[in-house]
């Protein structure tokens, strides 16, 4: 029986607020420009991530397409780190648009911003993923097919918004509860629709790439290819396996002395050994197998913590009255028509901003903690809350009642 | 154990910590018999307490509250002034006699205060020494390679003669590595804890029925609780609160404690105009200390140098958030908190005013930062303590 490797990474950066004081606010409008060497320097970060993890896993993806015909992979890139790259890193974008010419690999459709904009305004929503789907063709020279949402925030409503803006497919976690007795190693078709397709990501196996990696205490350390290539063809059940990650796996997540570059690179030839082994986009996958069974997802799930919910960004009240404040400002930003204050308000959309003030695992020092550039979750907080101020401020400068 | 106070007769955090401290190594079957430098009445059952005073003396009274004089009360009915000094010197005397009579493994000396009688007890018996810095000379002077040059001579002393240092934070072992130039290696860091079951409860009633009148009026109050002194940094928090009133006028700030920067203090505050804003209580014991946290919406520790700062853990204890500087032991051990560096006037600002501001911040504050206090205990500390004790002893013996 034939299988397929269905790679698909995701590549984000957010437009960090710097550490705005109140004093700051009606005085300075710039949100997002600290001083190089400051923890919230997104020039900084972009420069360090583009060159631990962008140019040298573009440069080994590259050689993989070009050494093996059969390598495909898709990829998403949100708008905001399109934007930095453009700005600050030139040559990492080159290198993704080196990677799309070779025509195998697919990217995936999501909001500009990545923002939860699905669950605030749909409007908002609409407008961002049709931003995001220009800049894609403007840069990439595609149409996206699939879309996948902010923190693979899924539910049945954004399975049926999917099937109506005539997506092909959809990508969701494939978590147990949704799961229950199925294998994610097949395609799915949402409840409730009439064509568009599901993909759950396999976490496990993910899970074992992006997390587990690099982890000494782990049973299975240290993890080669030829080992994880064995466990795939070991599978009876399965048509296609879905390896859903951060792109920064690659070198940021999993530095490169834990060997990751060294897995990616063995692992086309390992797979394809098997001549009926195979690796598809996201696209290929859909068109390929017929849909095995319907998948019924009322609660919403995402791809983050154990409870796979959206309670890592809106679990607290900092969070919720944060991201409430922020969408309430809406309908008078977007009358101002001012491009400037709307990109501000929109860069504040971007989760990461909520992810930073989350307090569940604080004391841990855990996951949470290592992607934040504050000091605790109440400076991000209060940083955020700042700026907003600031923007209710230039509202009232345009006199606008707030 | 040689120590200078215990609670209730104590003027800070020192009493407070060797009390909880020796507590919990009772737990530990440590068997202490704890030397005061003054006659008190304890209600302390897990050790002996012992005032160390000349033979010819009936009593030693302490005078004040902080470190001022004391009272001496011979047996013919005289009664003699010692300042401080004078003090640490009789203290030595008198340990000396209670170390030639008395059996024990390791001699525990805490601060400078007890360091004199500490080094001569260790030269009578030839027993192990720890020495236990809960402040060192510089923090208290505010002021690298400051302070008293005679108390630093002690402390040197002290130091390079113990067979083992303990901190209670890096920072304070950071402090006595460059005041000192002693290897970091003979400094073991114990961070001073809190059990939240220890703290005593609130009344339904607040003693504070202005504030609480206040407060239903949209009022909102930050408190520090603290001696007045130039290492408390209570300046920037002054200069802070101007910039926070401009902002949100209807904040009051509670200033708990007393010290030598009192008046400079209230001139202070009058200068910058925000007197109205600023109530000073003096020093408060307590349902009127515990109260003083507890009608508080925020406590500020803005210590220029804190070796620990037990403090703000009470404060969360109480209910009440805390914005704590960088430069302070408490720092190290305490996440769900604000945290700021002392000279960053405006970035304590900004932060007073966001927690004033948002209710939403401030319940985040209160309900994680005591989450994160109900793991505290100073178990830990005496579990270090008693490791210690056992490489000491068993060194000797070998």
């Given amino acids: 029986m034939s299988k397929a490797i269905v790679l698909y990474l995701h590549v984000h950066q957010p437009y960090r607020v710097r550490q705005y004081s109140i004093f700051d606010a009606a005085v300075s409008h710039d949100y997002f420009n600290p001083a190089y060497d400051d923890r919230t320097s997104n020039e900084r970060i972009i420069h360090k991530v583009a060159e631990k993890s962008y140019l040298p896993t573009n440069r080994h993806l590259l050689e993989l397409l070009r050494a093996h015909p059969e390598f495909k992979l898709s990829l998403s890139i949100t708008g905001t780190v399109l934007e930095q790259l453009e700005q600050w890193a030139p040559e990492a974008l080159r290198s993704f648009q080196e990677l799309t010419v070779t025509g195998r690999v697919e990217i995936v459709a999501e909001t500009y911003y990545h923002s939860l904009a699905f669950f605030y305004s749909r409007s908002e929503f609409e407008a961002q993923v049709q931003m995001h789907r220009e800049k894609i063709q403007q840069l990439f020279g595609q149409t996206p097919q699939v879309f996948r949402n902010t923190e693979l925030a899924y539910n049945n409503d954004l399975a049926h918004w999917a099937d109506q803006a005539g997506y092909k497919g959809i990508l969701a976690e494939g978590w147990d509860k949704v799961l229950d007795w199925r294998s994610a190693n097949y395609v799915y078709q949402p409840t409730y629709t009439e064509n568009v397709r599901l993909l759950l990501k396999n976490y496990k196996l993910s899970d074992d790439i992006a997390f587990r990696f690099g982890n000494r205490d782990w049973s299975e350390w240290p993890l080669t290819a030829s080992k994880f290539v064995k466990w795939l063809n070991d599978s009876q059940d399965a048509t296609n396996f879905n390896l859903f990650m951060d792109y920064e796996t690659f070198g940021e997540h999993q530095w490169h002395e834990s060997g990751i570059f060294e897995f990616l690179r063995m692992l086309p030839s390992e797979w394809l050994q098997t001549a009926s082994n195979s690796f598809m986009t996201v696209s290929e996958v859909i068109d390929t197998f017929q849909p095995v069974d319907r998948v019924d997802v009322p609660q919403t799930t995402t791809w983050a913590d154990t409870e796979r919910d959206l309670s890592a960004w809106l679990g607290n009240d900092m969070q919720s009255s944060a991201i409430k404040a922020l969408y309430e400002l809406q309908a008078a930003i977007l009358a101002t028509d001012d491009l400037t204050l709307i990109t501000d308000w929109r860069r504040l959309q971007t989760s990461d901003h909520f992810y930073y003030m989350c307090t569940k695992s604080f004391n841990d020092g855990d996951i949470h903690a290592y992607f934040s550039p504050y000091e605790t979750p109440y400076d991000a907080f209060i940083a955020y809350m700042n700026v907003y101020h600031d923007m209710q401020f230039r509202l009232s400068q345009t006199g606008v009642e707030v | ?398």
Avoid at chain 2, 100 to 119: G, K, M, N, Q, Y
Avoid at chain 2, 134 to 139: G, P
Avoid at chain 2, 189 to 213: G, I
Avoid at chain 2, 267 to 280: P, R, T
Wanted: hydrophobic share 40%.
């Fill in chain 2, 1 to 398: 154990m040689l120590g200078w106070e215990l609670p209730p007769n104590n003027s800070g955090g020192l009493g407070v910590a060797c009390y909880h401290l020796c507590k919990a190594l009772s737990k530990k079957a440590v068997d202490i018999e704890f030397i005061l430098p003054y006659t008190a009445e304890h209600d302390i059952d897990f050790m002996r307490i012992n005032a160390a005073h000349p033979q010819d003396v009936e009593a030693v009274l302490k005078s004040g509250i902080a470190y001022d004089s004391f009272k001496y009360v011979k047996h013919s009915g005289e009664v003699e002034s010692v300042d401080l000094f004078g003090q640490t010197v009789l203290y030595e005397k008198a340990v000396e006699r209670i170390s030639r009579e008395s059996e024990f493994d390791v001699i525990h000396a805490h601060d400078w205060l007890t360091c004199r009688a500490a080094l001569r007890a260790q030269e009578l018996t030839g027993k192990p020494l720890i020495v236990h810095l809960h402040s060192i000379e510089s923090d208290r002077a505010g002021k690298e390679f400051g302070g008293n040059p005679l108390v630093r001579e002690i402390e040197s002393l002290a130091i390079h003669m113990a067979d083992q240092v303990i901190a209670v934070s890096e920072l304070t072992k950071r402090g006595i590595v460059r005041e000192y130039g002693i290897a970091p290696d003979k400094i073991k860091v114990v961070h001073n804890s809190m059990d939240v079951d220890n703290l005593e409860s609130l009344d339904v009633s607040n003693a504070y029925h202005y504030l609480t009148a206040l407060r239903q009026q949209g009022w909102h109050v930050v408190v520090n609780v603290g001696r007045l002194t130039v290492q408390k940094g209570v300046v920037n928090l002054l200069k802070a609160a101007r910039l926070v009133i401009d902002q949100q006028p209807k904040t009051l700030f509670l200033i708990v404690g007393n010290g030598e920067q009192e008046h400079e203090l209230i001139e202070l505050a009058a200068s910058l105009g925000i007197s109205k804003n600023v109530i000073f209580t003096g020093f408060l014991r307590g349902k009127q200390w515990r109260d003083a946290f507890a009608i508080s919406d925020l406590f500020v520790m803005p210590s220029v140098s804190e070796p620990f700062g037990i403090t703000p853990l009470e404060a969360i204890g109480y209910g009440t958030p805390a914005l704590i500087t960088r430069q302070s032991g408490v720092a190290e051990v305490l996440q769900n908190c604000l945290k700021i560096d002392y000279w960053d006037v405006e970035g304590m600002a900004n932060q007073i005013v966001a927690v004033v501001e948002h209710e939403s911040l401030h319940r985040e504050l209160q309900i994680n930062g005591y989450r994160e206090l109900e793991r505290l205990s100073w178990d830990d500390a005496a579990i270090k303590l008693a490791n210690v004790y056992n490489q000491q002893t068993e060194s000797v013996g070998a």
